[in-house]
């Protein structure tokens, strides 16, 4: 699930989620909706980026829709 990615991501680099999201241009709460709902394509370009991976290993894992 991405929101288990940027969580373990953001707990490793001592970064609370919602600077992150900041960060990444995202809106307060957007990553935390993500437990729910998926992210837009162009929170995941956003995303990835920010954390300095591929696209593709960001999905890694995720179900095709």
């Not at 919602?18 to 162009?42: D, H, I, M």
Request: one cysteine or more; hydrophobic letters at 35%.
């Amino acid at each position: 699930m991405i929101f288990d990615k940027v969580e373990q991501y953001c707990r490793e680099n001592h970064l609370p989620i919602y600077l992150f999201e900041k960060r990444c241009g995202l809106g307060n709460g957007t990553v935390s909706g993500w437990k729910e709902s998926n992210p837009s394509f162009n929170s995941i370009i956003k995303v990835a980026k920010e954390m300095g991976i591929s696209i593709g290993t960001l999905m890694e894992g995720e179900k095709e829709v």
